[in-house]
């Protein structure tokens, strides 16, 4: 621990698992409270007992949260000023992907995407600024992907709902300059990282784990996938103030796809 986010009051989105709970545990570790929600609250519960037992207790809290719910987004919100004291930083890492070409994918699932990968950023945002404006310097985090710059055949429903968070973040973060208030805003873009999502694909595919990193791999110039940790630690940078300089800007976590 060096304590890079000493005294931030953190919220972190979709933190039940991979990249929300690495996130999450790394902002306690580097001394921000972090409120950890999620639909499986029970898992959110789990992984911040685990950060209070490692980092002291009241470190981290856990909440139930749909994050498609404006009702739950103004609970959370609510559940941040009163548990954490305010609030400073907010990573909208909950999304799901959509599988299936444009002929395959139904209407549903699209719309289901933006609902999860888009919609909730701009309402947890909306709730979220007036109690980050008591408690800057402040920092928004969007969790978007590679495949929001980079697109592909099989996924328009991600590729387009993952631009969106892009261009939001430049939005959010150009109104918070424009007002003259010390809220940042970036967005984070992964490839392919070894998280729980990669098990369905594996279940769907019928391979086993390991052939489907490796064949994950073969597309990465690093000849890797990502490791949650990794991700997380840019998320790190992002909360600090060792990015006090950086808004409206992506950081690409990709193993150098986007340098092909």
């Not at 310097?137 to 993952?162: F, Q």
């Not at 998280?195 to 490796?214: F, Y």
Request: charged content about 20%; aromatic content about 4%.
């Amino acid at each position: 621990m060096t304590g890079r986010v000493a005294g931030k009051k953190a919220l972190v989105t979709g933190a039940a698992q991979g990249l929300g709970a690495a996130q999450a545990r790394m902002l306690a570790r580097e001394g921000a409270r972090v409120l950890l929600t999620d639909l499986n609250e029970d898992g959110a519960r789990q992984v911040a007992d685990s950060i209070n037992t490692q980092c002291g207790a009241t470190v981290a809290f856990a909440l139930h949260h749909d994050v498609t719910s404006e009702a739950d987004w103004a609970r959370a919100i609510e559940t941040a000023r009163d548990r954490l004291g305010g609030l400073s930083v907010l990573v909208n890492n909950a999304g799901i992907g959509a599988g299936g070409n444009i002929e395959e994918c139904s209407f549903a699932d699209w719309k289901r995407s933006f609902a999860v990968n888009v919609d909730s950023a701009f309402i947890g945002i909306q709730h979220a600024l007036p109690l980050m404006k008591d408690n800057q310097p402040g920092s928004i985090i969007n969790i978007s992907s590679i495949a929001g710059l980079i697109a592909s055949d099989t996924m328009p429903a991600y590729n387009a709902s993952k631009a969106a968070i892009w261009m939001l973040t430049k939005s959010v973060a150009l109104h918070c300059a424009k007002q003259g208030w010390t809220i940042r805003c970036n967005s984070v873009h992964p490839t392919f990282v070894d998280t729980p999502i990669l098990d369905g694909i594996s279940r769907r595919a019928g391979l086993e784990h390991d052939v489907v990193l490796g064949k994950l791999a073969r597309q990465i110039p690093l000849k890797r996938v990502g490791h949650p940790d990794e991700i997380a630690s840019g998320v790190l940078f992002l909360a600090s103030d060792e990015s006090s300089f950086m808004t409206g800007a992506e950081l690409k976590l990709d193993g150098g796809i986007s340098a092909m």
